[in-house]
């Protein structure tokens, strides 16, 4: 009732709860919350970082208004509109290539379309299975035929990427992040191989219905879409 008032007054204050995975969140909101800011001055960003399975169960509690997430399928009583789709990229130190002799050149092609087999003795660095881009890499793996040799596992793609940029293994990670990654991270030496199409993934704003008419909600996706442009 308090945000339909806002809305006829023209009058918008308030707070705007939005749900974002950690890491996606690091790489896509510093170019959206401050614009968003700039035009609403009086309403309050509460950011609620969490996995996605967290966020989704958040938004079906109604304890966050907007969740930046990959959804299966839309859960009961929540709007799923498309944001971007998210690539994502195996990073790989050009020392560990040298160390057990693999040469990417002549190999790059077939990786790129998801054939792993030249990297069966690299170590790699995984994400957690519960994890999208985790369960996606699993997935690459049992097709290409091979267990990899895993140096580590986390939940934290920040925390994979700091690893392969030491060359402890290689790592699959979203685009985004490895772009923002840029300059944070001693990167000279790794090399970025994008993967296909079956290692992409959408990922969407999720609302409850009852959510779609405030104005604010609106103009946060608006100035998302502007800021950060979908990409495939």
């Not at 990786?111 to 003795?121: M, Q, T």
Request: glycine letters at 8%; hydrophobic letters at 45%; aromatic letters at 8%.
């Amino acid at each position: 009732m308090q945000r339909t008032f806002c809305d006829i007054a023209e009058n918008q204050r308030g707070e705007l709860r939005i749900g974002v995975a950690y890491t996606r969140g690091r790489a896509i909101l510093p170019a959206i919350v401050p614009e968003f800011q700039a035009q609403y001055p009086n309403v309050r960003v509460v950011l609620v970082e969490e996995t996605n399975q967290a966020l989704l169960k958040l938004l079906g509690d109604g304890q966050i208004d907007l969740a930046i997430a990959h959804f299966a399928k839309a859960p009961p009583g929540i709007v799923l509109q498309p944001f971007y789709t998210e690539v994502t990229m195996l990073l790989v130190h050009d020392a560990l290539l040298r160390a057990h002799g693999i040469d990417l050149a002549a190999h790059r092609g077939e990786i790129e379309r998801g054939d792993l087999r030249a990297l069966r003795d690299c170590p790699f660095v995984l994400g957690s299975a519960e994890d999208i881009v985790g369960d996606l890499e699993r997935a690459a793996f049992r097709r290409s035929g091979f267990q990899p040799v895993v140096q580590a596992v986390s939940s934290n793609s920040e925390t994979l990427l700091a690893l392969c940029a030491e060359g402890i293994g290689a790592c699959f990670c979203p685009e985004n992040l490895a772009g923002s990654a840029q300059g944070a991270l001693p990167l000279d030496g790794v090399h970025q191989l994008r993967m296909p199409e079956s290692m992409r993934y959408p990922i969407s704003f999720g609302y409850a219905k009852s959510a779609a008419a405030w104005s604010v909600l609106d103009a946060f996706l608006r100035i998302a879409r502007a800021q950060y442009p979908p990409r495939t």
